[in-house]
């Protein structure tokens, strides 16, 4: 969160949401505000864990990243979550 600076990131585009209730918006921001760094495999993207794969010696994420999220995203909504658990890497 503090290396690349998504904390701040975050806290603003908090900011640019209408909240409803207005409350909501105090809440969420001090719990970003306070939350300790998190693993991002935890994250999941529209209910779906998020499939990353990092290069081991550069660090970059695989050029096609996105689609693999959106490909991950269309398997589960078709076969539901076990789809994700019968994943193999190579596909």
């Keep these: 969160m503090e290396t690349q600076g998504l904390r701040q990131q975050a806290l603003g585009e908090i900011k640019q949401v209408r909240w409803i209730p207005d ?40 050029p096609r990243t996105l689609d693999l999220l959106e490909e991950v995203a269309k398997r589960v909504e078709r076969a539901g979550i076990q789809a994700w658990w019968d994943l193999d890497e190579k596909e």
């Design 23 to 62: 409350w909501g918006q105090a809440r969420i921001e001090k719990m970003v505000e306070n939350r300790p760094d998190w693993c991002i495999s935890r994250q999941r993207t529209w209910g779906v864990p998020m499939t990353l794969f990092v290069h081991k010696e550069t660090e970059e994420l695989h």
